[in-house]
C-alpha cells in the first residue's frame, strides 16, 4: 500500500549530526502516523522515535531525548530524524515504518509497513 525508501545514513564522529529522510510513495501520506526503529548489531530493532499523521505530536526513546528530532512534510510525503549530538551507540541500522489510520505507535508490531534501512555508523 505504501513504499518506504530511507536516506541519509553514513558514517560520522561522535558528536557530529545526520538527517535521515523517508520517502513515501504514493499520495496518501497523511493517512499514516510514522516512526523510526533501529537496529545494531546483534540487538533486537528498538524504538527511537513517532510522530503521528499531523505532525502535531511526537514520542521519543529515553536514549534520543533531546537528541533527536522527528518531523514530516505531508506535502512531500516525506519524514525526517534530525540526529545530532551522535553517539557511538547509536550505530544502527535505522527503519522507517508506517501505521495506518492510527495515531503513533513506540510498539514495532503496531507498524504496517516498513523500509529497507539505512546505515548509520557513529565512530569514537
Known amino acids: 500500500q505504501v513504499r518506504l525508501v530511507e536516506a541519509g545514513g553514513g558514517l560520522v564522529q561522535a558528536g557530529g549530526s545526520l538527517r535521515l529522510s523517508c520517502v513515501a510513495s504514493g499520495r496518501t501520506f497523511s493517512s499514516y502516523a510514522m516512526g523510526w526503529f533501529r537496529q545494531a548489531p546483534g540487538k533486537e530493532r528498538e524504538f527511537v522515535a513517532a510522530?503521528?499523521?499531523?505532525?502535531?505530536?511526537?514520542y521519543y526513546a529515553d536514549s534520543v531525548k533531546g537528541r533527536f528530532a522527528i518531523s514530516r512534510n505531508n506535502a512531500k510525503n516525506t519524514l525526517y530524524l534530525q540526529m545530532n549530538s551522535l553517539k557511538p551507540e547509536d550505530t544502527a541500522v535505522y527503519y522507517c515504518?508506517?501505521?495506518?489510520?492510527?495515531?503513533?505507535?513506540?510498539?514495532?508490531?503496531?507498524?504496517?509497513?516498513w523500509g529497507q534501512g539505512t546505515q548509520v555508523t557513529v565512530s569514537s
Open positions: 515504518a508506517a501505521r495506518y489510520n492510527s495515531g503513533s505507535s513506540i510498539i514495532e508490531r503496531g507498524y504496517d509497513y
Open positions: 510522530i503521528n499523521k499531523s505532525g502535531s505530536n511526537t
